[in-house]
């Protein structure tokens, strides 16, 4: 049976295990030697050959060398940190070296696959250190039948494999393509021996299958002319292809892989850990109202920091509003002691009678004496609109000309519907500023390879620029080089440039000034005809 030291320090390398695989950059690093140093401290752990802490610290060693083998200009590097392993970047690593990091994985995954693979060290030394009880190298059927543990590690693998065979040309191909990257239109320069190599390296790939054979046939020419020979593409194109992180050979492509892979791994076999704390109920409870009233206070402080508190206006919009005389407030009859102007009494009792609803408005307001509070409320009568209008008998009988029945009836206006087509020029012009903003200018060596294709190939040959030319100009159309050829052209950037040729603009002109002579000619023999 295992001790009670043994058992903590167990639970306490499982736990940094699982931080360190689902952790990136320095936090990785901290957990990487905290995790090293715990484990040497436990000499009997070390000799484990199966279960959760054999597991775990392979584990760990194989985080720790992917880690470490990032490139002298990205942090963080395990270098420095005093990591045992090889920690070199990868582009400087031989095919043992890929080999041997192949293998690691493999062998993770076949230990990862058994039946004990979450065997504690209590289970392990349970029957007094009769480990035959107790271990069980089976394989877990439910695990293996998972895509994590063939298809995706197939994936992996081939990933490895191929940067196995590009290990003996991956560091001069970096190398080469930082110090010549401002040569854009020459040919990378490689030694005579190290092309030759490339050369048998592709014409000989043998992989597991044909389909990825073709596949790793085509990352090797990528990085060739495409007219055949073995002529590697400029410093620039070079280093474009190998910063692309969406190609197979990219370094960052590998790491995320293996990182998704390993942690479904982790996440699958073994389970979460968390930390165990006392339980205060008291103290949550009130530490959880402490909380909610902090909350409360910088939300009321950022209201009042960005709207104006509607409150003072609200309150004097209310005193202004006209009430009933219940309300103590001036009431919107009209009553016989307020004094008024004669004048305007006189046209107010006029509008009054002639008004066909003003008998409906003196009972709504007696009705309205007789309200509940709630229905009180409701200050202003709903206007009158003209399909409402009811006239009596006398008032047709004393209109006559019918313009006067229009002149009486009230300016009801209409909604008015607008409607606005899709294709509106304020959308246009929006649509058309939008395209203009995300317009992007043309770098110093896109111009360079639209000048180079044309020393090549001539003017007009856009498309064939555009083919040559295909990773440097891969966000640009034919019709954008073309612009940005007269674009050089207007500005006097292609004076001293030799275009493929030129005798094709020399026959033009010849041809353009026979037809003029040709012209003049007929004319003259018209005019003597006529």
Request: hydrophobic fraction near 30%; charge should be neutral; glycine fraction near 4%.
């Amino acid at each position: 049976m295992a001790s009670v030291g043994q058992v903590v320090t167990e639970n306490c390398l499982e736990f940094i295990a699982q931080q360190l695989v689902f952790s990136n950059g320095e936090s990785r690093l901290e957990y990487c030697k905290l995790f090293r140093e715990l484990h040497s401290r436990e000499s009997t752990l070390k000799n484990l050959s199966y279960g959760k802490l054999h597991n775990l610290s392979k584990i760990s060693e194989f985080v720790e060398l992917m880690e470490g083998a990032r490139a002298d200009d990205q942090e963080p590097c395990l270098s420095e940190q005093g990591s045992p392993h090889n920690t070199k970047p990868f582009y400087k690593w031989k095919p043992f070296d890929w080999k041997a990091f192949r293998g690691r994985l493999t062998r993770i995954q076949m230990s990862m696959l058994r039946e004990d693979a979450n065997a504690t060290v209590d289970d392990i030394y349970r029957h007094n250190g009769d480990r035959n009880n107790s271990e069980n190298p089976s394989i877990d059927e439910a695990r293996s039948q998972s895509k994590w543990y063939s298809d995706n590690l197939y994936r992996v693998v081939d990933l490895l494999t191929l940067q196995e065979k590009l290990a003996p040309f991956r560091e001069n191909l970096e190398s080469m393509s930082w110090y010549f990257n401002d040569e854009a239109s020459e040919p990378l320069p490689l030694p005579n021996d190290l092309v030759v190599e490339y050369m048998e390296t592709l014409d000989n790939l043998q992989c597991r299958n044909e389909a990825l054979t073709k596949d790793f046939q085509k990352v090797f020419r990528i990085f060739l002319k495409s007219d055949g020979t073995d002529t590697f593409r400029s410093p620039a194109t070079i280093r474009g292809l190998l910063d692309d992180h969406t190609k197979a050979y990219s370094f960052t492509l590998l790491r995320n892989r293996v990182d998704k892979l390993i942690r479904r791994w982790v996440s699958d076999v073994f389970q979460p850990v968390t930390i165990v704390g006392r339980a205060n109920p008291e103290a949550a409870v009130e530490e959880s109202q402490t909380d909610a009233l902090q909350r409360l206070q910088r939300s009321r402080a950022r209201l009042r920091e960005r709207v104006e508190d509607p409150m003072s206006e609200t309150v004097a919009a209310a005193t202004l509003a006209q009430l009933n005389k219940e309300g103590k407030h001036p009431s919107p009859m009209p009553s016989g002691d307020e004094p008024q102007d004669d004048e305007h009494s006189e046209k107010e009792n006029d509008r009054t009678e002639r008004s066909p609803s003003n008998t409906t408005a003196v009972k709504k307001y007696k009705r309205r004496r007789g309200m509940s509070p709630i229905t009180k409320g409701r200050m202003l009568d709903k206007k009158r609109s003209a399909t409402r209008l009811d006239f009596t008998q006398s008032d047709d009988e004393e209109i006559e000309d019918p313009e006067v029945q229009d002149e009486v009836l009230p300016d009801v206006r209409r909604p008015i519907q607008v409607r606005t087509s899709p294709g509106t020029p304020s959308k246009k012009k929006r649509s058309q500023e939008k395209s203009y903003q995300g317009r992007r200018v043309w770098s110093d060596i896109e111009k360079q390879a639209v000048k180079d294709g044309i020393i090549r190939f001539g003017v007009g040959m856009w498309a064939r620029i555009k083919n040559d030319k295909g990773v440097i100009l891969r966000d640009r159309t034919s019709g954008q080089i073309k612009d940005c050829y007269r674009t050089m052209k207007r500005r006097g950037e292609l004076d001293n440039i030799e275009e493929a040729w030129p005798e094709r603009k020399k026959l033009t002109e010849e041809e353009k000034e026979e037809g003029k002579e040709q012209e003049k000619v007929d004319e003259k023999g018209e005019q003597e005809d006529k």
